[in-house]
């Protein structure tokens, strides 16, 4: 998590900042080679980007917790004394049913924000 928010990292790997005074946006576009575009914009077209990159961030900053939850019930479900006795297979099962479902559903989801992006980005 403290990496998260000292590298400012999302997976949509799209960050922005906006100077207002000039309405001008610069884009950082990417994980490990950044390509810097700089855009002028009005109000409409930086919200129309800025909401979906804040989404993304936010979304980021959920599964941070949702990972470390997961991490904490796998290492409670094989490596402690709370590993359950009767039917370890089937609770072994549940948590890998969920977690898998979450991957999807967080693959899917990020993969449908950073769509969005690349359109708004590509307008």
Known sequence: MLLTKQTDFNLSGVHYQLDQENMMMTFEVGFWDKQVVERQVTAQEA?????????????WEVNIYLI????????????????????????????????VSFMIWDVAVHQDIAEEIVKI???
């Open 68 to 99: 470390a939850l997961f991490a904490a019930v796998f290492i409670a479900l094989f490596f402690t004394p709370l590993k359950p006795k009767k039917h370890p297979r089937w609770y072994v099962l549940l948590y890998l049913i969920l977690l």
């Open 47 to 59: 919200l129309e980007i800025m909401m979906p990159v804040n989404e993304a961030k936010q979304l």
């Open 121 to 123: 980005l590509l307008s």
